[in-house]
């Protein structure tokens, strides 16, 4: 599998960055581009998060929740079939909180909460004996704008290109679902090649060298169900946020 991380193609296998373990649980950092684990999307995939994750702490281990594809950060697994039970009951009761941030078109101003009842995403291939006539299921995300920008470029009909780094608190946890949120406030997240603007996208890849979702699963905090101490882990932005953040002065950030 060819894994896109930092503007390189990688052909070896990975070694993940390993952002906390004890011996119930292990948390990792997830490259963009890179499978939880094996789909009917991926069959000429070779590596996936999940057993490189058990090839390095060398047992089995059990994934707590999902990161899409294209999304990087903060990635959960339990070490126990235990542990995976009571934490898959915090996930289920909402009791971990998620904390994402965005690159998004425009300048999306202020806070609040998108309340924006989703439809299922289903896979054609994984899902095909699933109903398609569900009706559409609840789903909040809350969200804070943190910076804009300006680039003094003309696309399209517009005379300057803007941005804004937003981040995003989801309340539940539907597919796709603050990629589908910021969309739906005409905000798309730069890079989202489902959901996404058709010029803007282009237009980034040219002018930043590199083409990703601009989605970062950056912390991840729950009361931990052993030894019932709070737990926040934390992903860093890699070099090719970093890179945006210095092209467009939001190097001083407190994030």
């Keep these: 599998?060819?894994?896109?991380?930092?503007?390189?193609?990688i052909l070896e296998k990975p070694v993940l960055n390993i952002l906390y373990q004890d011996e119930y649980i292990v948390a990792v950092d997830k490259p963009a581009g890179l499978f939880v684990h094996r789909s009917f999307m991926d069959k000429d995939e070779i590596y996936f998060a999940l057993q490189l994750v058990?090839?390095?702490?060398?047992?089995?281990?059990?994934?707590?929740?999902r990161l899409d594809r294209p999304t990087s950060g903060v990635l959960l697994f339990a070490l126990t079939q235990?542990?995976?039970r009571l934490m898959g009951q915090a996930f289920s009761?909402?009791?971990?909180?998620?904390?994402?941030y965005a690159l998004t078109r425009g300048h999306l101003l202020d806070s609040g909460i998108i309340d924006y009842a989703?439809?299922?995403k289903l896979d054609d291939?994984?899902?095909k004996n699933v109903s398609r006539d569900k009706e559409p299921q609840s789903a909040q995300t809350y969200y804070q704008s943190v910076a804009t920008a300006t680039l003094p470029v003309a696309l399209d009909k517009y005379p300057s290109v803007r941005y804004s780094l937003i981040k995003c608190l989801?309340?539940?946890?539907?597919r796709h679902q603050i990629r589908r949120h910021l969309a739906h406030l005409r905000h798309p997240i730069i890079g989202d090649i489902n959901y996404?603007?058709?010029k803007q996208n282009p237009f980034f890849g040219e002018h930043f060298g590199f083409k990703r979702l601009m989605l970062i699963a950056k912390e991840l905090s729950f009361v931990h169900p052993i030894t019932e101490q709070k737990v926040t882990i934390t992903a860093e932005f890699d070099a090719q946020w970093h890179a945006v953040f210095n092209e467009l002065k939001w190097q001083a950030l407190d994030i």
């Design 196 to 198: 996404g603007d058709n």
């Design 93 to 100: 009761e909402r009791n971990v909180q998620k904390t994402y």
């Design 1 to 9: 599998m060819n894994i896109e991380s930092a503007g390189a193609v």
């Design 125 to 127: 291939l994984g899902d």
């Design 170 to 174: 989801p309340h539940t946890g539907r």
């Design 82 to 84: 235990d542990v995976a």
């Design 54 to 65: 058990r090839d390095q702490v060398g047992q089995y281990v059990y994934p707590l929740h």
């Design 118 to 120: 989703l439809k299922e």
